[in-house]
């Protein structure tokens, strides 16, 4: 398993840039974040971009279902005015320049399996041929599809995948075994330490979303949670700058 750090950027650092952006990338980076979490989809032509929502209206120019559209129509798309005039111009990315960003900026990233309309093991397929071709930067996959979770241990067996979900579930030892998921995410919000201490007991790393307080980030780790992720890397670095004990 490799290391996860114990602060993540949620969609890069997403309260300063547009989310899933290279600038959001590079702005983790300049805030002391050594990694992203960001979101994976298929284009209609099969090109793996990072965009979160099934549709484009909420932080792009375009219009519709993303799986609609082929790379090309949605390379020509601004995805960074909605956020502030200063990312005009910023582009969705593809999963390959997100990949050459994060290199160069010696990178890790948490990489979401986001089926939007689009067939989960396809887009586990096509994510895999990327990922095979370059191993340069630290990757944990994660998704909230059960079936995404379970065929990527054969696409790749050598990189972890998280199993997503907003709530544990009592029977979630199982499940999780069942899946061959090497990391429990959750929603914060629903977490009890019981659960938690559960979950660590189980050497089980787990991975919360998404916190913005440093104060709960602290009692997050205090429960024995791996990694926090949030949309304040700058805020939560500075209030927690090392993994706990």
């Known amino acids: 398993m490799i290391r996860i750090p114990h602060i993540i950027a949620h969609r890069g650092a997403s309260i300063e840039a547009p989310e899933n952006t290279l600038a959001a990338i590079r702005v983790t980076s300049a805030r002391g974040a050594r990694w992203i979490e960001c979101d994976v989809t298929l284009t209609s032509d099969g090109?793996?971009?990072l965009f979160h929502d099934d549709t484009l209206e909420r932080t792009s120019t375009g219009h519709g279902v993303i799986g609609h559209h082929d790379l090309a129509s949605l390379r020509a798309l601004d995805a960074g005015s909605w956020f502030s005039d200063i990312y005009i111009g910023e582009r969705i990315p593809t999963l390959e320049d997100a990949f050459d960003t994060l290199a160069a900026l010696e990178m890790g990233?948490?990489?979401e399996i986001k089926p939007s309309g689009c067939d989960p093991v396809a887009l586990c397929k096509e994510v895999a041929k990327r990922i095979?071709?370059?191993?340069?930067?630290?990757?944990?996959?994660s998704s909230f599809d059960d079936g995404a979770v379970a065929v990527i241990p054969d696409l790749l067996p050598g990189i972890p995948c998280g199993w997503l979900v907003e709530e544990i579930p009592v029977n979630w030892q199982e499940r999780y075994q069942a899946l061959n998921a090497r990391a429990l995410h959750c929603d914060h919000k629903s977490l009890t330490r019981a659960q938690a201490e559960e979950v660590?007991?189980?050497?089980v790393p787990l991975v919360c979303y998404t916190i913005?307080?440093?104060v709960r980030a602290a009692e997050l780790f205090d429960w024995g949670v791996t990694s926090v992720i949030t949309d304040d890397p700058a805020r939560m670095i500075a209030a927690?700058?090392?993994p706990p004990a």
């Open 212 to 214: 913005n307080d440093p």
């Open 132 to 141: 095979g071709q370059r191993r340069d930067v630290p990757v944990l996959l």
């Open 200 to 203: 660590v007991a189980a050497g």
């Open 47 to 49: 090109a793996c971009v």
């Open 240 to 242: 927690i700058p090392r």
């Open 109 to 111: 990233v948490n990489l």
